[in-house]
């Protein structure tokens, strides 16, 4: 029918070829066109659409010719004859005058710029998109999808340019738009998404590129289910780099082995198809070097370089992929000839091509290479060559010359920040190769360098998931670049070398935490108005109720919803927050503060006279120790053994003989073995190394590290003990000599140290909920702690069926203590799912009657201290760079001054009575730390509790300074003035009466 139809068209267009064209005649002519295109055959129908067009600009109907123009543009932006496209589009657009439809107008634009972009004339297509949308925004909805895809493809070029930053506004710009159409395009949605998780990964913003790259695939699914090609390239390009990146290396095989299956899986084959299979191939020899199965690395490798070879136009950029990949596995193999081989291969096509960023990484590639030669020079010039092809605005010819992030670059910050770590190992390995101290200075540059773009990355990231693996990847970095600043220390005695150590070991711990406690000094600080802070409160409970939701749904519909939802209201809080930082110049100020704290700034303003910091860094190797106390300080090195075995066996040691089971006298006394033995090896370890610097300390603040923060350091032991177990109280503990608490990091102890706004209008605010359910057991003494602390200090209580989480949420902002009697719970797998429960009523848990740690992420509190006297509070998951995701860190996350917390599972009766004691010692005016040093020592005398489980476990965080817990001074005040009153009254009386009289 159609080809029928076709030749009947032919046969009237040559009736009407030769004679002038009349209105009539057009019309039929744009019948035939319509034909021509639903047989794709561009060219037949751009001879008749020129006739048209002829016949227009003879007319002077302008509108009329440029829309004919367009249409024969957008042809040949069908066939890739993109030239011809341009030259057609500039020709309308000389016309931009007499074209009086705008709507044409701004389509001439945007396909110009189409066209200008497969031209790479990257900046030219750029200010014609943004022409376009101009054009748009005056005659069209704000939200327009037309407009929504001229946001997009500058997302487009931008990304080209590996100009990240700028494709993810673009990006974001397009979704924001997009999602607020009432007609949703369920395909540009796909692909809003798509392109923006592919952006978030190339940031290294993984747990945002996940949220997007997820609801991308759920769309997919929907949308292209008879073109399960389009879902397979998800799998296999958008999601097989964001596993790749994140060290998902079984879900990455997963995901390509899918894609695979449904490309291979097509019968009739078209050219994209094979390329398909060759980005499979060749992605499942990455994942396969990452899981060290080299020979099957190698054989997907060639897989992918036979079909990509028959392709040579098409192919050519991805074939260099291949070759740069396949080198990666000969270094491997240590066949350091084949491997140079291939990357050069590689490196003449990108050169060819003037792709920067693949060159950059062919010079990391061989850095690497000449490395394991221990070829020091070589490896650091093929790392300064790799900086060069990034950094775009300056030449950084001499090695000494470090990029920072107000360079112009191509790709993202920590590609960048990566290289520079690999250059400075390069060069510290020649300093040990050669002595030469030059190489030294050089590796310390360039770790300063790292340290730089590293802080740059964490400001730009909004989730602190992405932080968080920010972290851990920098973590072992900072490790070697502490190394660097002491043996430059070492050999110059110069004090920025150690406070460069310092720095470094500061930014490997708690960093994403000190972000979040600037930010609540921010908000807090900034003098913003209560009605914004609200607004901005409700969208981070609303986010952090939906990420619950997430991680504990099973429906994978529920998943997207949320995901949508988070999105929705993850955009919203980011354009406050940007509001905030751009209306209140004091919140960006304190928030985006990168200022690192120096020794100097820690005896000042951190430490009195007789008081210490031990501050502790835990690498691969060796483990560095600062002391520094009021007018010294010190720095150690320490080898490193099993310390996280030792730490098991400790802890082991202490708690396992009270875990419910029935032990003989032998088992107790192995146990007391075990944990004394490890209680001095630990001594040993951590105290010894710099004991005579700690020797006048009556007070230390501990900055673990790692493993460390499990580790109560006043149960190790300064002796070691050889036979009697039974006697506890006689035991040399180290906890014995001084008073010690803890902090998360030396700069994180300043912040809480900060004074909160006093405007708490109350002290105490103490809870003992009741349990009746089988999950939770009931305590015995809970009540009675409460009660007690409440016959010490004005308090309100909130005893039984008060002490709810509605109560607690409710009232917790307005007391300057907050002290919860209860049941808590680590949760290791999803530390955010850790909690504290409040009273139970029925035979299960009820979950809404748990206080969660993302609870706590939303919860503005200015409490000067939090005591959970509950089981487990100061324990999680140990996030590398990190440290422990307990509740604890998460009251500190909420603003809390200071923390009492617990590292096992307390005994409920021996915690009322250490509690309470500790609480007296607060009415002496002792500081925190110390009133839980005397109380500890009580215990230990006394001698029938004596044993560390009842009261090594008690902890304390952040600011130890001493607490007033009487009633508020202006109560005081209150009871003053009511007798002066009194009085006053009586004699202004008898004066009145007096002079009446």
């Not at 509740?887 to 021996?910: C, E, M």
């Amino acid at each position: 029918m159609r080809v029928t139809f076709f030749f009947l068209s032919l046969f009237f267009i040559s009736s009407i070829y030769s004679q002038e064209l009349s209105l009539h005649s057009v019309d039929s002519l744009t019948i035939a066109v319509n034909a021509l295109i639903d047989e794709e055959d561009y060219d037949k129908a751009n001879t008749l659409l020129q006739q048209i067009s002829t016949y227009y600009l003879t007319q002077k109907q302008y509108n009329e010719y440029a829309a004919t123009e367009l249409k024969i543009a957008i042809h040949y932006q069908y066939e890739d004859k993109y030239e011809e496209a341009d030259s057609i589009l500039s020709t309308i657009i000389n016309l931009h005058a007499d074209i009086e439809n705008r709507a044409t107008l701004g389509s001439i634009y945007h396909k110009r710029g189409v066209s200008r972009y497969y031209l790479n004339q990257y900046n030219d297509a750029i200010v014609d998109y943004q022409k376009a949308i101009e054009i748009r925004q005056k005659i069209l909805n704000k939200n327009d999808l037309a407009i929504v895809k001229g946001y997009r493809n500058i997302g487009h070029v931008y990304r080209d340019l590996k100009d990240h930053d700028n494709a993810k506004k673009y990006y974001q710009k397009a979704l924001d738009l997009h999602l607020t159409n009432e007609r949703l395009d369920s395909l540009l949605l796909v692909s809003n998404y798509t392109y923006l998780g592919e952006t978030l990964t190339d940031l290294e913003d993984f747990e945002m590129a996940n949220t997007y790259l997820f609801l991308a695939l759920e769309y997919a699914k929907t949308v292209h289910k008879d073109e399960p090609w389009e879902i397979a390239k998800i799998y296999a390009e958008s999601l097989s780099l964001l596993h790749k990146r994140t060290g998902n290396n079984e879900t990455l095989i997963k995901s390509l082995k899918k894609a695979l299956m449904i490309y291979q899986g097509i019968d009739d084959k078209f050219d994209e198809d094979w390329w398909n299979i060759a980005t499979c191939n060749n992605n499942l020899g990455v994942a396969y070097d990452l899981v060290d199965n080299l020979d099957q690395s190698i054989s997907f490798y060639e897989k992918a370089i036979k079909i990509n070879t028959q392709f040579p136009n098409e192919r050519i950029v991805y074939l260099a992929d291949n070759f740069s990949n396949l080198s990666v596995v000969y270094e491997q193999l240590e066949n350091y000839s084949k491997a140079i081989d291939y990357i050069d291969r590689a490196f003449l096509i990108y050169q060819k091509i003037g792709d920067a960023s693949s060159i950059a990484n062919v010079f990391e590639n061989k850095g690497v290479i000449f490395t394991k030669q221990k070829e020091h020079k070589k490896a650091i010039q093929s790392y300064q060559d790799a900086i060069n092809a990034i950094v775009q605005d300056e030449h950084l010819a001499d090695w000494h010359q470090q990029p920072n992030p107000q360079h112009t670059i191509v790709g993202s910050l920590p590609n960048l920040a990566n290289i520079l770590s690999k250059k400075a190992e390069a060069a510290y390995s020649l300093y040990q190769q050669t002595k030469e101290k030059e190489f030294l200075v050089l590796a310390s540059s360039t770790y300063e360098s790292f340290n730089q773009l590293i802080n740059a990355t964490r400001q730009n990231f909004k989730a602190d998931e992405s932080k968080q693996f920010l972290s851990s990847k920098a973590k072992l970095s900072y490790e070697k670049a502490i190394q660097v600043a002491l043996e430059l220390y070492q050999l110059e005695k110069k004090a920025t070398y150690l406070d460069q150590a310092f720095q470094y070991a500061e930014h490997s711990k708690a960093i994403t935490l000190l972000d979040a406690v600037k930010r609540n000094r921010a908000n807090s600080s900034a003098g913003i108005p209560s009605a914004i802070l609200s607004q901005q409160q409700y969208l981070q409970t609303r986010i952090a109720q939906l990420e619950q939701n997430l991680q504990t749904s099973k429906s994978s519909d529920q998943q997207q919803a949320y995901r949508e939802q988070i999105i929705t209201q993850q955009r919203r809080l980011e354009l406050l927050q940007d509001s905030l930082a751009a209306n209140f110049p004091l919140y960006h100020s304190i928030k985006n503060d990168t200022t690192s704290l120096r020794i100097a700034d820690c005896q000042s303003q951190l430490l009195n006279e007789n008081e210490a910091i031990l501050h502790y860094t835990v690498g691969e190797e060796q483990m560095y120790i600062f002391i520094i106390t009021k007018k010294e300080v010190d720095i150690q090195s320490v080898d490193l053994v099993d310390l996280e075995y030792s730490i098991r066996q400790f802890r082991a040691g202490i708690y396992v003989p009270f875990n419910g089971k029935s032990w003989t006298k032998a088992q107790q006394d192995s146990l007391a073995q075990l944990y004394t033995q490890q209680a001095h090896f630990l001594y040993q370890k951590l105290i010894t190394p710099i004991e005579e610097a700690i020797t006048s300390a009556s007070k230390l603040y501990i900055i673990p590290d790692g493993v460390l923060g499990y580790l109560p350091f006043e149960a190790l032991l300064t002796m070691p003990i050889e036979k009697d177990y039974s006697d506890f109280s006689t035991l040399p503990y180290f906890g014995k000599k001084q008073a010690i608490s803890y902090s998360y990091s030396a700069q994180l102890l300043k912040e809480m140290m900060v004074q909160n706004p006093s405007n708490q209008q109350e002290k105490i605010l103490a809870f003992a909920p009741v349990f009746k359910s089988s999950d939770l057991a009931p305590l015995l003494y809970n009540q009675k702690e409460v009660e007690a602390i409440a016959e010490l200090y004005p308090t309100t209580t909130a005893i039984a069926n008060e002490a709810t989480r509605a109560d607690f949420l409710g009232q917790a902002r307005d007391y300057s203590i907050l002290h919860l009697s209860s049941h808590a719970r680590t949760n290791d797998s999803l530390p955010d799912l850790s909690y504290i429960a409040f009273s139970q009523f029925s035979s299960t848990t009820e979950t809404e009657e748990l206080l969660y740690v993302y609870d706590l992420y939303t919860l503005p509190l200015q409490a000067d201290m939090i005591v959970l006297s509950a089981c487990e509070t100061g324990i999680g998951k140990l996030q590398k760079g990190e440290g422990i995701m307990s509740l604890a860190r998460g009251f500190s996350y909420a603003g809390a001054k200071s923390i009492i917390t617990t590292l096992w599972r307390v005994n409920d009766q021996k915690t009322t009575q250490i509690i309470l004691d500790f609480y007296q010692n607060l009415d002496k005016k002792q500081s925190k730390d110390q009133a839980l040093w005397t109380a500890k020592q009580q215990m230990i005398k006394e001698g029938l509790y004596a044993h560390p489980y009842y009261w090594a476990g008690f902890i304390g965080i952040g600011n130890m300074t001493p607490i007033d817990l009487k009633a508020s001074s202006s109560f005081l005040w209150l009871l003053l003035l009511i007798p002066l009153a009194i009085l006053l009254g009586i004699f202004f009386k008898k004066r009145f009466f007096a002079t009446d009289y």
